[in-house]
């Protein structure tokens, strides 16, 4: 586990005003994410929002001297950018992938600087299982088929979907020999693994960078935002948050 950062994050500089929707905080819609990402309160039966995402957010709070809110919201109203174009909220987080400029599914609205980078990896306990020519033949667990790179359907691996929460016991179990899931995942499921016997090895297919979004022309709250995610990956913070979700080391930093 990082060591507890000492530094406290900068404040928004003298005379800047961030525009917010609600004084007194920062409203994010929720994407999707769930655990380790962000899952709320009643997805968790917690009393507050947990996950990664929601970590740096209060980071970024600190910096704007607001606490963050996380609203659910109708999926399909991210996706039309409402939520954001209409003021209902200041940011989308819960692992949100940024597209490329110019592509058909591009939204109305401005990334962030990313802060997490996703692939599909190999979760297993067995240390030959390396690669997707390794797993032909076996017992190989997945959160969703559709997901999957088509590297994998043309090596001539058969997968099984599995809950995601299933995946870490099953493979301990002996149930199944490895699983091709989100490298996020697979990096907490390590980490939250009491027996020390699951690795991760091999990534496949295009990794994507994940941002927050805000609404189309926000540069102040988007360059706040940044301003945060940098001071964060350089004052110990990132990986300090980082490291209380997932195993091993970030593969984006931001700032670094």
């Not at 996380?70 to 989308?92: N, P, S």
């Not at 940098?230 to 948050?241: I, L, P, Q, T």
Request: aromatic fraction near 6%; proline fraction near 5%.
């Amino acid at each position: 586990m990082a060591p507890s950062p000492t530094a406290a994050m900068e404040k928004v500089p003298t005379g800047v005003t961030v525009p917010l929707v609600r004084k007194g905080q920062l409203t994010v819609c929720q994407w999707g994410g769930g655990v380790p990402y962000l899952a709320t309160a009643a997805a968790t039966g917690g009393t507050k929002a947990e996950g990664f995402d929601v970590e740096l957010l209060t980071l970024v709070g600190q910096r704007l001297g607001v606490q963050p809110v996380i609203v659910e919201v109708d999926r399909t109203d991210i996706l039309a950018a409402q939520a954001l174009g209409r003021k209902f909220c200041d940011l989308t987080a819960g692992q949100f992938f940024a597209l490329p400029e110019g592509d058909p599914e591009e939204l109305p609205v401005d990334y962030t600087e990313p802060y997490f980078r996703r692939a599909i990896t190999i979760l297993t306990a067995d240390k030959s299982l390396t690669t997707l020519e390794s797993l032909r033949g076996k017992r190989v667990a997945v959160e969703s088929s559709s997901l999957l790179p088509d590297e994998v359907q043309a090596a001539g691996v058969q997968t099984t979907e599995l809950d995601e929460a299933a995946i870490g016991a099953a493979i301990n179990a002996g149930q199944f020999d490895a699983a091709l899931i989100d490298s996020g995942l697979a990096a907490h499921l390590q980490h939250e693994d009491k027996t020390g016997s699951l690795i991760v090895a091999g990534q496949f297919g295009d990794p994507g960078d994940v941002v927050f979004a805000v609404a189309e022309g926000n540069t102040v709250l988007r360059e706040q935002v940044n301003a945060a995610l940098v001071d964060a990956g350089r004052n110990g913070h990132f990986r300090y948050a980082y490291s209380q979700w997932f195993a091993g080391e970030p593969a984006l930093v931001p700032g670094s």
